[in-house]
């Protein structure tokens, strides 16, 4: 079984991604789709400290400074692009403007519930940022995550066990073994990666799947 590399999750989003679709990446894995974006599509990227029409990473010593996303990583911008107010930037993305955020997660459970902000551990520093305005604000919520933890634990779950970002608002989670499609009719499973079966995952994840 080979898993899926970090790219290869973010090529995997980037292809789901519809023309026209204006899309926020949220800090760490999911800020990787900016570079995998199909050529001809035209999908407007946004991030939450000020900016619409954000492109990928600069190249080496192409960095600007004061050219950042919300991860303060370095990113270029497209012919088009407008930068604004952070108050602004909020209301685009609490006022249902965004099609799609892709977000990071510490937990999805089968209902789509979303935790990924506070493993709640005593010495854990909490770190929502935007991520409760995008998982409510946004038409749609995709998750992109490894399967497991380092040790082994899934993170596709029954009940979420750390505290919640929002229910019931995940509809898709891309992870380094398959895509998961949360349906009122229970979760899909699709794109599983070679030589794993339905029910390998099934055994792994701890909860009933469905082909997709």
Request: charged fraction near 20%; aromatic fraction near 4%.
């Amino acid at each position: 079984m080979n898993k899926l590399d970090r790219n290869a999750m973010a090529a995997r989003v980037a292809r789901d991604i519809p023309d026209g679709a204006y899309v926020n990446l949220g800090i760490g894995l999911p800020t990787l789709v900016a570079d995998h974006l199909p050529e001809g599509r035209e999908i407007v990227l946004h991030t939450e400290n000020g900016l619409l029409g954000m492109g990928p990473r600069p190249a080496a010593g192409q960095e600007d400074p004061e050219l950042i996303n919300a991860g303060k990583q370095p990113v270029t911008t497209l012919p088009g692009a407008a930068f604004f107010h952070h108050a602004d930037s909020f209301a685009m993305m609490r006022g249902g403007h965004l099609d799609i955020c892709v977000l990071g997660a510490f937990e999805v459970s089968i209902a789509g519930d979303l935790a990924n902000w506070h493993t709640g551990k005593p010495d854990a520093i909490p770190a929502v940022g935007g991520a409760m305005d995008l998982a409510i604000g946004a038409k749609r919520v995709f998750v992109l995550m490894e399967a497991l933890t380092k040790d082994g634990r899934p993170k596709l779950v029954r009940e979420c066990a750390y505290p919640l970002t929002g229910k019931a608002c995940v509809s898709r989670v891309y992870t380094d073994l398959a895509t998961f499609e949360i349906t009122p009719d229970g979760v899909l499973a699709r794109d599983l990666v070679e030589g794993l079966t339905l029910g390998d995952l099934e055994g792994m994840m701890g909860v009933e799947l469905r082909a997709g």
